[in-house]
């Protein structure tokens, strides 16, 4: 299920910046839980954020979601058929073309081991359940500018490197 607002979300004012700058892409986020009731509250928790929110029902389905979806963030139960939220976590983070998805661990697990294992896993935060609406909704926003953060610093970069291959030969100095 994928929830898309029916207007676009806010363009730049006028004189904010340069009218060929490329508009930022509208943040996604992908729900994976096996429970409806907890996918459909994480939902309406997260209606007031301007994205586009998909949910996945397993692990199985979760990554078959990132390869259509392209999440930004990902909300990640650890108990799931087919693949738990730890394995999810590990194979996304150890692919480098999904490594930099944020990852918010969600879990009813509380043990210290669980979290050390959700670390050990590669995610970037986690929440225990139940969980707090002001709590989730801050953490999901965070991780969505420090996504975007990190997607312009890699722009910027790829840019740097184009101006650096284009440059001329600088002379030598003779001696």
Excluded at 84 to 98: H, I, N
Excluded at 115 to 134: H, M, Q, Y
Excluded at 138 to 144: A, F, G, P, Q, Y
């Amino acid at each position: 299920m994928i929830r898309s607002e029916s207007s676009p979300p806010p363009s730049a004012a006028p004189g904010d910046g340069p009218a060929d700058a490329p508009k930022r892409p509208r943040s996604r986020v992908l729900i994976a839980d096996d429970n409806e009731p907890n996918r459909e509250l994480l939902e309406v928790y997260l209606a007031d954020i301007d994205c586009e929110i998909a949910t996945a029902v397993d692990g199985a389905d979760t990554l078959a979601k990132v390869s259509a979806f392209a999440p930004d963030v990902i909300l990640l139960d650890v108990m799931m058929p087919k693949l738990s939220g730890f394995e999810v976590c590990q194979r996304l983070k150890r692919d480098p073309a999904t490594s930099p998805i944020m990852i918010l661990m969600v879990t009813a697990l509380g043990e210290l081991g669980d979290i050390e294992r959700a670390v050990e896993a590669g995610t970037d935060d986690f929440l225990s359940k139940p969980v707090n609406k002001v709590e989730l909704v801050k953490r999901v926003e965070n991780m969505l500018k420090l996504r975007h953060v990190s997607d312009e610093l890699e722009r910027l970069r790829a840019y740097i490197a184009t101006m650096d291959d284009e440059k001329p030969p600088r002379p030598r100095p003779r001696p």
